[in-house]
Nanobody, 116 residues
Framework: QVQLVESGGGLVQPGGSLRLSCAAS????????MNWHRQAPGKLRELIAG???????NYADAVKGRFSISRDGAKNAVYLQMNSLKPEDTGVYYC??????????WGQGTQVTVSS
């Protein structure tokens, strides 16, 4: 049974920072990529950052230059450092892992609210 547990969300003022963590447990082999998605109120879930097993990263234009994704392969963990947060960054953040066999797993989501 694979489980992804996210942490680090909360309420922050505009311009502030948060660091999200996602730890995967269970029978996990051959992770292909780890991603962070975001679902803003009333909008579809969108991919905002991803990191491959070779540490290649990619970002959505909306977060490029402000967010940084990293991973710890030994812990099967992925992190999202979020700086210069804006009200439009508000939403539920989900981590996702993709395995080389095509399986994918999702975390339960963590709420991030950017408001003064």
């Amino acid at each position: 049974q694979v489980q992804l547990v996210e942490s680090g969300g909360g309420l922050v003022q505009p311009g502030g920072s948060l660091r999200l963590s996602c730890a995967a447990s269970g029978m996990i082999f051959n992770i292909y990529a780890m991603n962070w998605h975001r679902q803003a109120p009333g909008k579809l879930r969108e991919l905002i950052a991803g990191i491959s097993r070779s540490d290649s990263t990619n970002y959505a234009d909306a977060v490029k230059g402000r967010f940084s994704i990293s991973r710890d392969g030994a812990k099967n963990a992925v992190y999202l450092q979020m700086n210069s947060l804006k009200p439009e960054d508000t939403g539920v953040y989900y981590c996702q892992i993709l395995l080389t066999n095509g399986a994918t797993y999702w975390g339960q989501g963590t709420q991030v609210t950017v408001s003064s």
